[in-house]
Structure formats: structure tokens, C-alpha cells
């Protein structure tokens, strides 16, 4: 798919059939995600792909917006190896755990999987749950799968603000 369509057509997919997710499209997903740029280029996410139904009923005790989705990516961060900027106000970690998280949600568009972001749980307890090592900090987690029948993107899909809203040029 053009990248111009898949950026178009990708939404925050809220109800999934059981279709598990191929192995092949998974591991493309994946792949994405893996050459996705850091910071130094220090490569401090990891990803837990999460398909069994027991890890599956651990995620769903700490958020209600799994919609069913056969495959979960938890999208962490090595907190102990990330780059810290001039002025020592931020670190690469969630910036580069997120444009990794974005990769995979683009490519799962590319390969006709459907995704959504989702950042409504508690990281710190979420991570406890699953034995997840103290030194990484869970970022998002990535439902993949495909829609059920019926599913689609939300009314305010489409609505965007014009470009002259959102850039200046200085």
C-alpha cells in the first residue's frame, strides 16, 4: 500500500474479530518496529507480543480497551539505557519507545492488520502484573488484529484542523 493510504485509512480499530494475527504479517509488524530510529541509536525498546489467554486476562484486569483484540504489543523501554539531552530535562526513552510504537501501528496498517494505542492503564502496575524487569517502563500497548464485522473508525475520523492551525513557519 501507498504510505500516503495507509496513513489515510489507518483508525483506532475498537472491536476485533478472533482472527488471530499471521505469523508472517506479525513478524513484518515487528520487523518495523525494530528499524525504527533511537536516540544514539541505542535501541532501548523491547516488545512483549502477548497472544495467550492467560497474559491476555492480565492485561484486560488493567484496562478496558483491549476490544477483544487476539494480540497484544506491550511497548517498553530500558529506563537504564536511554540518552539524556542538553539541559538534562528529558531522556530518549518515551520519545524513542514512541515513534518505535509508531512504526508498528503503520506497518500493521501496511499489512492490513488492524491496531489501536492504547495508553489507558497504570504502566508501574501493569508491568508488576505481567513480570516485566524493574528497569523497563512500559510506554503504550498496540491491540492488533482485524475488525469484527461492524467495526469502524469513529464519526471524527476524518475531522482534522487545517494545516494553518497546527504549523507555523517562522
Not at 8 to 27: G, H, I, P
Not at 38 to 51: G, M, P, S
Not at 140 to 165: C, D, Q, T
Amino acid at each position: 500500500m501507498e504510505f500516503k493510504e495507509v496513513v489515510k485509512n489507518r483508525y483506532s480499530c475498537k472491536k476485533y474479530s478472533t482472527r488471530q494475527v499471521e505469523a508472517d504479517k506479525l513478524n513484518a509488524i515487528l520487523e518495523a518496529g525494530r528499524l525504527a530510529p533511537t536516540a544514539k541509536n541505542l535501541q532501548e525498546q523491547h516488545i512483549y507480543v502477548v497472544q495467550s489467554a492467560e497474559k491476555l486476562a492480565v492485561i484486560d484486569q488493567f484496562t478496558p480497551c483491549r476490544y477483544g483484540a487476539p494480540t497484544v504489543l506491550v511497548v517498553a523501554f530500558d529506563k537504564n539505557n536511554v540518552f539524556t539531552y542538553p539541559g538534562e530535562k528529558r531522556d530518549s526513552g518515551v520519545e524513542d519507545a514512541a515513534i518505535v510504537a509508531t512504526h508498528l501501528t503503520l506497518a500493521a496498517a501496511d499489512e492490513g492488520v488492524d491496531s489501536c494505542w492504547l495508553n489507558y492503564f497504570d504502566p508501574d502496575k501493569l508491568a508488576a502484573a505481567l513480570g516485566l524487569p524493574e528497569n523497563e517502563e512500559i510506554l503504550m500497548l498496540l491491540n492488533l488484529g482485524y475488525a469484527a464485522e461492524g467495526a469502524g473508525p469513529l464519526p471524527n475520523h476524518e475531522s482534522r484542523k487545517p494545516l494553518s492551525e497546527t504549523v507555523t513557519y517562522l
